[in-house]
Nanobody
Framework: QVQLVESGGGLVQPGGSLRLSCAVSRSIFGLTAMGWYRQAPGKERELVAR???????NYGDSVKGRFTISRDNAKSTVYLQMNSLRPEDSAVYYC???????WGQGTQVTVSS
């Protein structure tokens, strides 16, 4: 059974940092690019960042220079380091096994003073 399990969300003040983790089943991790997406209330789900199996990355325009995606192949885990957080970053964050179509359950990030 394929599993993607996110963790690391929470409440943080504006300007703060969080690191999200997504533990992925080993059976698929090495086969696919991984993506982080987010969805705020009343808005469509949007791509935050993506990393290929070779380590190439791309980011949504609103997070460039603030967020960093990485992957640890030994741990079958993908990370999202989020710095300089803003209230508009508040959303449920999901990881996705790109091209295979598997999603995690999501983790809530709230940026508020």
């Amino acid at each position: 059974q394929v599993q993607l399990v996110e963790s690391g969300g929470g409440l943080v003040q504006p300007g703060g940092s969080l690191r999200l983790s997504c533990a992925v089943s080993r059976s698929i991790f090495g086969l696919t690019a991984m993506g982080w997406y987010r969805q705020a209330p009343g808005k469509e789900r949007e791509l935050v960042a993506r990393i290929t199996t070779g380590g190439s990355t791309n980011y949504g325009d609103s997070v460039k220079g603030r967020f960093t995606i990485s992957r640890d192949n030994a741990k079958s885990t993908v990370y999202l380091q989020m710095n300089s957080l803003r209230p508009e970053d508040s959303a449920v964050y999901y990881c996705k096994a790109e091209f295979l179509g598997y999603w995690g359950q999501g983790t809530q990030v709230t940026v508020s003073s």
